[in-house]
Protein backbone atom coordinates (compact mmCIF):
# COMPACT_ATOMS: atom_id res chain seq x y z
CA UNK A 1 0.00 0.00 0.00
CA UNK A 2 1.36 3.50 -1.34
CA UNK A 3 1.10 6.04 1.64
CA UNK A 4 1.23 9.32 0.49
CA UNK A 5 2.22 12.23 3.26
CA UNK A 6 -0.42 15.27 3.26
CA UNK A 7 2.28 17.38 1.32
CA UNK A 8 2.24 14.77 -1.57
CA UNK A 9 -1.19 14.52 -1.38
CA UNK A 10 -2.33 17.88 -1.86
CA UNK A 11 0.81 18.46 -4.24
CA UNK A 12 -0.86 15.67 -6.92
CA UNK A 13 -4.76 17.71 -5.81
CA UNK A 14 -2.93 21.03 -7.26
CA UNK A 15 -1.97 18.85 -10.27
CA UNK A 16 -5.11 17.72 -10.90
CA UNK A 17 -6.29 20.94 -10.93
CA UNK A 18 -4.10 22.23 -13.31
CA UNK A 19 -5.08 19.45 -15.77
CA UNK A 20 -8.89 20.45 -15.21
CA UNK A 21 -8.10 23.99 -15.81
CA UNK A 22 -6.26 23.73 -19.13
CA UNK A 23 -8.72 20.97 -20.41
CA UNK A 24 -11.46 23.21 -19.41
CA UNK A 25 -9.64 26.36 -20.72
CA UNK A 26 -10.35 27.86 -17.15
CA UNK A 27 -7.40 30.51 -17.23
CA UNK A 28 -8.18 32.00 -13.39
CA UNK A 29 -8.05 28.52 -12.03
CA UNK A 30 -4.97 27.60 -14.50
CA UNK A 31 -3.10 30.75 -13.04
CA UNK A 32 -3.76 30.32 -9.70
CA UNK A 33 -1.70 26.71 -9.78
CA UNK A 34 1.29 28.46 -11.84
CA UNK A 35 3.85 30.82 -9.73
CA UNK A 36 4.31 34.40 -11.24
CA UNK A 37 7.51 33.56 -12.61
CA UNK A 38 6.67 29.54 -13.74
CA UNK A 39 8.95 28.55 -16.70
CA UNK A 40 6.67 26.06 -19.00
CA UNK A 41 9.46 24.34 -21.31
CA UNK A 42 6.78 22.90 -23.93
CA UNK A 43 7.84 19.05 -25.66
CA UNK A 44 8.65 21.40 -29.11
CA UNK A 45 11.40 23.28 -27.16
CA UNK A 46 9.12 26.68 -27.11
CA UNK A 47 9.78 27.89 -23.54
CA UNK A 48 6.87 29.96 -22.56
CA UNK A 49 6.74 32.60 -19.29
CA UNK A 50 3.59 32.32 -17.22
CA UNK A 51 1.91 35.46 -19.69
CA UNK A 52 3.08 33.35 -22.43
CA UNK A 53 0.97 30.63 -21.38
CA UNK A 54 -2.04 31.79 -20.60
CA UNK A 55 -1.97 33.90 -24.11
CA UNK A 56 -1.56 30.95 -26.52
CA UNK A 57 -4.27 29.62 -24.38
CA UNK A 58 -6.46 32.43 -24.39
CA UNK A 59 -5.96 33.29 -28.30
CA UNK A 60 -6.63 29.74 -28.58
CA UNK A 61 -3.88 28.45 -30.92
CA UNK A 62 -2.81 25.87 -28.08
CA UNK A 63 -6.21 23.74 -26.80
CA UNK A 64 -5.51 20.91 -24.24
CA UNK A 65 -8.47 18.65 -25.59
CA UNK A 66 -7.16 15.23 -23.38
CA UNK A 67 -4.43 14.67 -21.11
CA UNK A 68 -3.75 11.46 -18.58
CA UNK A 69 -1.06 11.10 -15.90
CA UNK A 70 0.21 7.93 -17.24
CA UNK A 71 2.50 7.66 -13.95
CA UNK A 72 4.23 10.03 -11.49
CA UNK A 73 7.16 10.15 -8.92
CA UNK A 74 7.33 12.82 -5.61
CA UNK A 75 10.12 13.80 -4.34
CA UNK A 76 9.91 16.58 -1.49
CA UNK A 77 12.49 18.65 -0.65
CA UNK A 78 10.67 20.88 2.61
CA UNK A 79 8.46 22.89 0.82
CA UNK A 80 10.04 21.87 -2.42
CA UNK A 81 8.91 19.33 -4.83
CA UNK A 82 10.04 17.55 -8.08
CA UNK A 83 7.33 15.37 -9.76
CA UNK A 84 8.21 13.22 -12.86
CA UNK A 85 6.27 10.51 -14.75
CA UNK A 86 4.54 9.75 -18.00
CA UNK A 87 1.63 12.00 -19.93
CA UNK A 88 -0.32 11.51 -22.54
CA UNK A 89 -1.92 13.91 -24.03
CA UNK A 90 -3.91 15.18 -26.83
CA UNK A 91 -3.51 18.50 -28.02
CA UNK A 92 -4.78 21.29 -30.89
CA UNK A 93 -1.75 23.71 -32.10
CA UNK A 94 -2.67 26.05 -34.55
CA UNK A 95 -5.60 24.04 -35.27
CA UNK A 96 -3.13 20.34 -36.24
CA UNK A 97 -4.66 17.48 -33.42
CA UNK A 98 -1.05 15.78 -31.81
CA UNK A 99 -0.73 12.88 -29.80
CA UNK A 100 1.82 13.15 -27.42
CA UNK A 101 3.64 10.72 -25.45
CA UNK A 102 5.62 12.23 -22.73
CA UNK A 103 7.68 11.95 -19.71
CA UNK A 104 7.88 15.34 -17.83
CA UNK A 105 9.55 16.94 -14.66
CA UNK A 106 8.04 19.59 -13.35
CA UNK A 107 8.87 21.46 -10.07
CA UNK A 108 6.67 23.01 -7.50
CA UNK A 109 7.01 25.33 -4.42
CA UNK A 110 4.36 25.76 -1.53
CA UNK A 111 3.89 29.48 -0.75
CA UNK A 112 1.08 29.97 1.72
CA UNK A 113 0.28 26.50 2.13
CA UNK A 114 -0.54 26.33 -1.51
CA UNK A 115 1.21 24.25 -3.92
CA UNK A 116 2.35 26.55 -7.25
CA UNK A 117 4.10 25.35 -10.58
CA UNK A 118 7.34 27.15 -10.83
CA UNK A 119 8.84 25.06 -13.72
CA UNK A 120 7.50 21.97 -16.16
CA UNK A 121 9.46 20.18 -18.91
CA UNK A 122 8.46 17.50 -21.28
CA UNK A 123 10.25 15.29 -24.23
CA UNK A 124 8.72 12.91 -26.14
CA UNK A 125 9.13 9.76 -25.90
CA UNK A 126 10.12 7.46 -29.15
CA UNK A 127 7.86 5.03 -30.26
CA UNK A 128 10.12 2.37 -29.26
CA UNK A 129 11.14 3.51 -26.32
CA UNK A 130 9.91 1.91 -22.79
CA UNK A 131 8.62 4.03 -20.18
CA UNK A 132 9.04 4.59 -16.36
Excluded at 35 to 61: C, N, P
Excluded at 90 to 101: A, F, P
Aim: charged letters at 25%.
Amino acid sequence: MNMQSDAERRLYQADDERCRAMLANDLDALARVLADDVIYTHSSAVVDTKEQYLQSLREGSTRYLAARRESAQVRLYGPMAIMHGHVIMQIESHGKKKDLNNLFQSVWVERDGQWLLVSWASTVIPPAAKTL
